[in-house]
């Protein structure tokens, strides 16, 4: 009885071996959390990766816009979730900034995460108005040393703050830094003329700088911008060793196979190469990079370690 038993048994499992399980990313859609608000170059390029990567990889990729607390509300929910390569995270230079900016998060944004593409660079950019009298650096600097000059920022510990920091402290300067929760509110009232300038990120102001609403003082990289070239760089400007570039790109919760992280990889190449999507980024001041999961795990590192003295020696806290 007992030999018939287990002869029907292992009959059973050959008849019905254990389902193996789906090839990712066959089981179900992808999400990419966005943890800013909709709107903002951040999240246009999180969604654009996010409709062409649905047809690079099979699979519905969808954004889920998780905003709040200095980012750190989408980074940590995607912090905790399963390392299965179905959840993402829409990554920025933010990461490296906030692991000194707020001590006391309970994951490391820095070490939580395993990197996997950085899509494009955002180089940061000072703006006036069309009609300011300003229009080199020089002159923001001696406007600023004569009185009352406020600089607006997408929000304090945002880079455009930190790059700030490091251009007063170069030029023994100081402004009235006007701290904002998001850049579009900041722009709003330099237009209306509250502010005497903005620092922000190119992507936010390229239309305005191209209808000729703004004027671009200068841009943060060490090469101008491909999307606004008329605009000198720092160094041009008569500023060295103050480049600051941001960055927009995908991250996954750390512990993902480094096969998945590969793939995503190969894909977002995939993506970029297309001339639609060359050019969406082309429109927003916004320049595509590519390059693999470990440079940009180097660069996470090496930006949190640069802008720690920044934040410390600033004494900045968050909004």
Request: no cysteine; proline share 7%.
């Amino acid at each position: 009885m007992r030999r018939r038993t287990a002869l029907l048994l292992a009959t059973s499992a050959l008849a019905h071996p254990a389902r193996a399980q789906a090839p990712w990313p066959a089981e179900r859609s992808i999400r990419i959390i966005v943890p800013v608000a909709a709107g903002g170059s951040q999240d246009i390029v999180a969604r654009l990766l996010a409709r062409h990567l649905t047809e690079a990889l099979g699979q519905a990729v969808v954004v889920e816009n998780q905003p709040g607390a200095g980012s750190n509300i989408g980074y940590e929910a995607a912090s905790r979730a399963r390392p299965d390569g179905y959840t993402l995270l829409a990554g920025s230079d933010s990461l490296s900034i906030n692991r000194t900016l707020f001590p006391g998060l309970g994951f490391d944004p820095v070490e939580g995460f395993a990197p996997v593409a950085r899509a494009v660079r955002v180089p940061q950019i000072l703006v006036v108005r069309a009609d300011s009298g300003a229009r080199r650096l020089d002159d923001i600097l001696a406007a600023a040393r004569r009185g009352p000059f406020a600089v607006g920022t997408p929000g304090n510990g945002s880079l455009a703050h930190l790059l700030g920091e490091q251009i007063q402290a170069a030029a023994e300067v100081r402004w009235t830094h006007v701290p904002y929760r998001g850049g579009a509110l900041a722009v709003n009232d330099l237009l209306g003329g509250t502010l005497q300038g903005v620092l922000i990120n190119i992507g936010a102001v390229t239309e305005h700088v191209r209808a000729g609403r703004l004027r671009g003082i200068f841009v943060s990289s060490a090469a101008r911008a491909q999307g606004l070239p008329e605009v000198p760089t720092l160094a041009e400007a008569g500023m060295t060793g103050a480049e600051a570039v941001g960055w927009h790109g995908i991250v996954a919760p750390r512990g993902t196979d480094p096969a998945i992280v590969a793939r995503l990889n190969a894909a977002i190449a995939q993506v970029q190469a297309r001339p639609e999507v060359a050019e969406r980024l082309a429109a927003l001041g916004l320049e595509p990079v590519h390059e693999t999961p470990e440079a940009l795990a180097a660069l996470i590192r090496a930006d949190a370690d640069r802008w720690a003295g920044t934040i410390r020696r600033a004494r900045i806290e968050p909004d």
